[in-house]
């Protein structure tokens, strides 16, 4: 056989593989591929990333190799200020669907790359669109505020976006006179209402890993390491937030652990975050907060289905892609620009 039909016969195969990959994707939720082991994927990726004019956009919630791969690293509102700046052709988002989304309404004519589409988000999902329209229809006078984590079908729902970074800022943006529904983070709700000073319906959802924090390990880390500071993220129960010594999004907790004189923290948020501390302070210690079970850090399942191979496939197949309809785009986006406006009349 000569070479020329060994190269096409291997071509063929790659391509059938392919195809298969593809008819599953839908299930799956990422393209179910072979990665050479002997690979270096950080080299691969570089090159794939030049290739096609790619940006990799990375939460503080993904596992590490990927934050150090990353083009920027960021929590939801630097993550969103990024989508709707960039140049690049290619948005490939280390992160969660929603998120995924955010940068699709915010960047239409670009192509949006997730590595696994099953990355979704316990917050978003407990607010279905459908019924947050019926409950929304009970206060017809209210200005909806939701919470970024959120579907794109529930922003077209929403008034104005706001992420834990612009919360306060978003709210205070709000004639007194105006009622307000949050939706639909109860805790941060909460935190906002003592925060604010504002009463708002709040919609009853919430994030299964700021969740299932236990007081009780909390008080007895406290109690082991009594000059750790506890910082926490408002999305964590009131009980626990009682407790904390600095509350604030997953990027002013790390400024406060940057700035700050103390050498231990207690991190009541998703452990992702660590990493990223421990670089910028490598001299103090990060104690992740512990979960009413067995773990002892708290990570969120679907953040950590993204890894550094699905990653790499996504970027060289261009799959999995997010698309949005035009109509969810078109009503969907006024609600992150306006979070955009405020947040850059207030400096953020």
């Not at 200020?81 to 929603?98: L, R």
């Not at 205070?172 to 708002?200: C, H, V, W």
């Amino acid at each position: 056989m000569s070479h020329v039909s060994n190269i096409n016969q291997l071509k063929h195969q790659i391509m059938s593989t392919l195809s298969v990959a593809e008819k599953h994707l839908d299930k799956l939720g990422y393209l179910d591929l072979e990665v050479d082991p002997t690979l270096d994927l950080f080299e691969e990726i570089e090159k794939l990333k030049k290739e096609k004019n790619a940006i990799i956009l990375a939460h503080y919630y993904q596992e590490a190799d990927i934050q150090d791969i990353a083009d920027y690293i960021g929590d939801s509102l630097g993550l969103s200020q990024k989508a709707a700046d960039t140049d690049a052709d290619i948005i490939v988002f280390a992160g969660v669907h929603f998120m995924a989304e955010t940068a699709k309404m915010l960047s239409p004519k670009k192509k949006v790359l997730l590595p696994d589409l099953k990355a979704g988000c316990s917050l978003a999902d407990s607010c279905p669109p459908p019924l947050f329209r019926k409950f929304k229809e009970k206060y017809p006078e209210h200005v909806v505020v939701s919470y970024i984590n959120c579907t794109a079908e529930l922003k077209t729902l929403t008034d104005v976006c706001c992420t834990s970074t612009n919360a306060v800022h978003i709210i205070n943006s709000i004639p007194e006179d105006k009622e307000i529904i949050f939706a639909p983070d109860i805790n941060l709700g909460r935190y906002l209402q003592k925060t604010t000073g504002r009463e708002m319906v709040l919609w009853n959802g919430s994030c299964m890993v700021h969740e299932i924090f236990s007081a009780e390990k909390i008080t007895k880390l406290m109690m082991r390491h009594p000059e750790a500071k506890l910082i926490a993220h408002p999305e964590c129960e009131a009980h626990i937030l009682e407790k904390a010594d600095f509350i604030a999004s997953t990027t002013g907790l790390l400024n406060y652990t940057k700035k700050s004189d103390a050498t231990e923290f207690i991190v009541a948020t998703e452990a992702g975050i660590i990493h990223q501390m421990q670089k910028a302070s490598p001299d103090k210690t990060f104690i992740p907060a512990p979960p009413n079970n067995t773990c002892a850090c708290n990570e969120c399942p679907h953040m950590r289905r993204n890894t550094l191979e699905k990653l790499y496939l996504c970027m060289k197949y261009e799959l999995p892609e997010i698309t949005l309809p035009d109509w969810v785009i078109k009503e969907g986006v006024a609600s992150i620009d306006r979070m955009l406006e405020v947040s850059k009349k207030a400096g953020l």
